[in-house]
């Protein structure tokens, strides 16, 4: 979509403005607590973490504006930045859940740490992954101008609410029609729904068998979801594109080749991701990393011209990022040792393997929008099992921090794009994401035994593919056999040597990068279901043909109108939690 800091209605800061201020803070802090408690059920019940970015802007606004009617948006980002930080430490609920299904599997695992021990470890590790992170918001967010469109659609969002005349009308009526149909498609999709439609919920996926070429059990078709609809409108159809290659490989021809060849016996698609996460996962890492390489140049002018702008005052300085990530590490230490039995070794490695995933996974979020946090885990608890074998808390512990730092590494960088579109202080969003991590994982370490002891875990609870993934992953080392099936080592190679290749290519000059897909892209199309994929491509088709037909409008309100097909699936799946909760919807 091009540079999306031009988005229509940025105004710069005026001098003096007040963002960091008590009622910010104060109203951060709450919306992080009712992000960090409901999030859980979210991503347990659902199977995914829905954008939570703008659906903390919308909190930040109503509770603001309940009390005050001179707010700015640059307070409003605060609120936001708090709510998205608690609300991504709640996301690791799935390795809480994963412990929990180990516990009902028939390799005789017992142990699940409790809300206190949950509390410290998802804390410290969350601390952790934003500190490592800040360096890298230039690199990342101003230098490559990566998209993050969560936070571009917070951006909107944030400027729409805070928007005044009739300037602000179309994009705010755009962002409203967006926010409702996309809430209300959800909604009927989900058992509340369907009781109002006679017990006939809406199909959440259409095209199942893509016309006869894959079996209805691989993962593939339209993912009825307006999410993905303006997921794909923003993220741009180059990605897009790259994307649909890696589904098309994924879940239409992997299941056919698998199963001819005796890998697996039937096309289902867990079955099918055990197997082409290999060359995907190999694809995503080797890709970035070549990328990251063939840039050390800019990397070091980008930590030099940080060290040197740390003194002042927008920047988060250096000096504390250092001070805070060695105490964070040793609090790791300590709290692994104490609660899992890891020997500090085994958490020093957790904690250095995380800083190449962390900026793999950065890359891939920024281009895709799409955090690879589970795939890169498995990769982990792999690495982790040739270091433990047998040792399934080690394994679990060691990768779930690796998976915690990387999910904070992404959540600060949405915010600092958020941030650089409306021009915030990026000190001020590191402070906000700080304070709102501990409340993050207080809210998910005391939410997630309550709502295991309501609806259960596993079977006909609450459960999330992310997590039974781990679990089954982990209980497959576990067993002695190897993490790679028949072919997968050589797939894998084959696919981190074509995502170099294709790292070179697109580091040369002239237009080469416009005429190659993205390897971030393909890998992340091969993990992802093929139907939110498949979807998205959807809506960048859209898009494109929205441009030409309607240039005025698309400048207009596109952006505002993508971000509330985002932010009404969300909200929805947000206030359905903490209706159960307040007692005005029975669960199910």
Request: hydrophobic fraction near 50%; charged fraction near 10%; include cysteine.
């Amino acid at each position: 979509m091009g540079d999306t800091e031009h988005i229509r209605g940025v105004i710069p800061k005026p001098a003096g403005t007040r963002e960091f201020t008590v009622r910010a803070v104060v109203a951060g802090m709450m919306v992080a607590a009712i992000m960090g408690a409901s999030y859980p059920y979210i991503v347990l019940k659902l199977g995914f973490g829905p954008n939570v970015s703008v659906v903390a802007a919308f909190f930040g606004y109503l509770s603001l504006g309940v009390l005050f009617r001179n707010f700015n948006r640059w307070e409003n980002n605060i609120v936001q930045t708090a709510g998205t930080s608690a609300a991504q430490t709640a996301f690791m609920c799935v390795i809480l859940a994963a412990f929990d299904l180990l516990k009902q599997s028939p390799i005789g695992y017992s142990f699940a740490p409790t809300p206190f021990q949950s509390f410290l470890w998802l804390a410290f590790s969350s601390t952790l992954g934003l500190l490592l992170a800040v360096p890298l918001r230039q690199h990342y967010v101003v230098d490559e101008k990566l998209t993050y469109a969560d936070g571009v659609a917070a951006a909107e969002t944030i400027i729409v609410l805070d928007s005044r005349g009739k300037e602000a009308r179309d994009p705010a009526l755009a962002l409203a029609l967006g926010t409702v149909l996309s809430g209300l498609l959800i909604f009927f999709q989900l058992p509340w729904g369907a009781d109002l439609l006679g017990g006939h919920a809406i199909p959440d996926t259409v095209f199942a068998t893509m016309g006869g070429l894959t079996a209805a059990t691989a993962g593939a078709g339209l993912s009825v979801s307006l999410l993905s609809i303006g997921s794909g409108m923003i993220v741009g159809n180059r990605i897009n594109v790259s994307m649909m290659i890696g589904a098309v490989l994924s879940w239409i021809i992997a299941p056919k080749f698998l199963v001819a060849e005796g890998i697996i016996r039937a096309p289902l698609r867990p079955d099918i991701l055990r197997w082409v996460m290999w060359p995907g996962t190999a694809m995503i890492i080797c890709a970035g990393l070549t990328s990251l390489a063939l840039k050390w140049r800019t990397l070091m002018r980008t930590f030099t011209s940080l060290r040197r702008d740390s003194v002042k005052s927008d920047e988060f300085p250096l000096k504390w990022v250092g001070i805070g990530v060695v105490l964070s590490t040793l609090a790791l230490l300590y709290i692994q040792h104490a609660v899992f039995g890891l020997p500090p070794w085994m958490t020093a490695i957790a904690a250095l393997l995380s800083l190449p995933l962390m900026l793999v996974g950065l890359r891939v979020l920024g281009e895709t929008n799409w955090g690879p946090i589970s795939q890169l885990t498995n990769l982990m608890q792999a690495i982790f099992a040739a270091l433990a074998p047998g040792n399934v808390t080690a394994n679990m512990a060691a990768s779930g921090t690796t998976g915690t730092i990387a999910v904070q590494s992404e959540a600060i960088m949405q915010d600092y794009k958020a941030g650089h579109i409306i021009g915030s202080t990026p000190r001020y969003l590191t402070y906000s994401q700080l304070l709102a991590a501990p409340i993050g994982a207080a809210a998910v370490a005391y939410m997630y035994p309550l709502l295991r002891e309501t609806y259960g875990i596993g079977g006909n609870g609450l459960t999330s593919p992310i997590s039974q993934r781990v679990a089954g992953f982990a209980e497959f080392l576990t067993k002695g056999g190897s993490a790679l099936g028949k072919y997968a080592l050589e797939a894998a190679l084959l696919f981190a040597c074509v995502g170099i290749m294709i790292a070179i290519f697109e580091g040369r000059a002239g237009r080469v990068k416009d005429y190659l897909p993205s390897p971030t892209g393909v890998g992340i199309g091969m993990l992802v279901p093929g139907a939110v994929v498949f979807t998205m491509v959807v809506g960048g088709v859209l898009l494109s043909a929205w441009r030409r037909a309607h240039p005025s409008s698309f400048e207009k309100i596109s952006i505002a109108l993508a971000s509330g097909l985002i932010s009404g699936e969300a909200i929805v799946a947000v206030v359905i939690p903490l209706l159960i909760a307040v007692g005005l919807l029975s669960p199910r």
